[in-house]
């Protein structure tokens, strides 16, 4: 198990095993982002290798006219913006494929979000619908980026990944989400799933071909209905908007953690520890202890306001 520093500092060794302590707290902005306390695991279990990945990244832009002549209602004496990126993928494919193509839709979502990136807005009606326009933009040029790369070699042929990512930009998570690794959200004690899977079982449930208790244990429960990279006509993403509040704790996932722990099992871990890092650790435990078939991939974060202790 290896500790590390904040996002990106052990970004050669993101997919071993590691843990990554909490990062840095961001400077604000003038519209002041949520601060994140996290921890991230993953480890490949059962499994010969990891085929998982995750990221939690700060995108950050700063502007300091430190000399001008330039009228101040013309130009901004100071701007800093700052928002946080979280994502898991669980690669599918033989041999590499899986675990190039979880890491291909991570660094390619870094690449694209930071092409779109608009800065200097405040999160009115007009933005946020813009914002989520170009969010799934960013998904669906992973998926193409995904297909593409899988074309140019018989050993990626096939691959693909779920993805479940999140932009968090001042008091708002926006969350992207395609297969069946998870988001959760908890506030107050109760826990709220975000994300619905897409997989077979889960679909007849919604149709109401079978009952909602009986997906656990479907034959179907791990077939993918939506991935990234399978050449779907039109991909379909799905696309959360959610309001932050101090004190909120957000819980990313591959199926390797939830094929093993149910949600009020998940609730009472995140409930019982007051540091992101001792609840990570015991959720993987846990998952591996029950001898989960997968790799098991967490990332925990819990939100501070700005100027709260």
Same mark, same amino acid.
């Given at each position: 198990?290896?500790?590390g520093?904040?996002?990106?500092a ?11 302590p ?5 400077r ?7 601060a ?5 695991r ?6 010969? $290798?990891?085929?998982?990945?995750? +990221? ?8 300091d006219? &430190?000399?001008?002549?330039?009228p101040?209602s013309?130009?901004p004496?100071?701007?800093e ?6 994502g898991?993928a ?11 193509a979880?890491?291909?839709?991570l ?10 990136v608009?800065w200097?807005f405040?999160?009115?009606?007009? $933005? ?16 193409t980026?995904?297909s #593409? ?5 018989a050993d ?6 779920? &993805? ?5 930009i001042?008091? +708002? &998570?926006?969350?992207? *989400?395609?297969g ?9 004690g109760?826990l709220?799933r +975000?994300?619905? $899977?897409?997989?077979v #079982? ?11 208790d009986?997906?656990?244990? *479907? ?6 209905e ?8 039109e ?5 959360v908007?959610?309001?932050?509040? *101090?004190?909120?704790? &957000? ?18 871990i995140l409930?019982?520890?007051a540091?992101?890092e001792? #609840?990570?650790?015991e ?8 001898g ?12 501070? #306001?700005?100027?709260?202790?």
């Amino acid at each position: 198990m290896d500790k590390g520093g904040p996002a990106g500092a052990q970004s050669r060794h993101f997919r071993h095993d590691d843990v990554h302590p909490p990062g840095p707290a961001p400077r604000f902005a003038s519209a002041p982002t949520m601060a994140l306390r996290w921890c991230a695991r993953s480890e490949r279990g059962r499994r010969p $290798d990891n085929e998982d990945s995750y +990221l939690v990244g700060r995108v950050h832009r700063a502007f300091d006219a &430190l000399g001008t002549n330039v009228p101040d209602s013309a130009l901004p004496r100071r701007l800093e913006q700052d928002g946080w990126l979280l994502g898991v993928a669980d690669g599918l494919g033989g041999a590499s494929a899986g675990e190039v193509a979880s890491a291909l839709a991570l660094s390619a979502g870094v690449r694209f979000v930071l092409s779109e990136v608009r800065w200097n807005f405040r999160l009115g009606e007009a $933005d946020l619908g813009g914002l989520r326009e170009r969010a799934e933009r960013v998904f669906r040029s992973i998926d193409t980026e995904i297909s #593409a790369r899988a074309s140019e070699s018989a050993d990626l042929f096939g691959m693909g990944t779920t &993805l479940t990512a999140a932009y968090v930009i001042e008091r +708002l &998570l926006l969350l992207l *989400h395609v297969g069946d690794s998870r988001a959760y959200l908890m506030r107050g004690g109760r826990l709220r799933r +975000l994300t619905h $899977d897409h997989t077979v #079982a889960q679909s007849l449930a919604d149709q109401g071909a079978i009952r909602q208790d009986e997906v656990e244990g *479907h034959r179907l429960r791990h077939v993918l209905e939506r991935a990234m990279g399978r050449d779907q006509r039109e991909l379909e993403i799905e696309v959360v908007v959610e309001p932050l509040e *101090h004190g909120d704790r &957000l819980l990313f996932s591959t199926d390797g953690l939830t094929e093993a722990l149910g949600d009020d099992e998940i609730a009472a871990i995140l409930g019982a520890h007051a540091t992101e890092e001792r #609840a990570c650790l015991e959720l993987v435990d846990r998952a591996l202890a029950r001898g989960t078939s997968d790799n098991v991939t967490v990332v925990v974060a819990t939100c501070a #306001a700005p100027g709260a202790a």
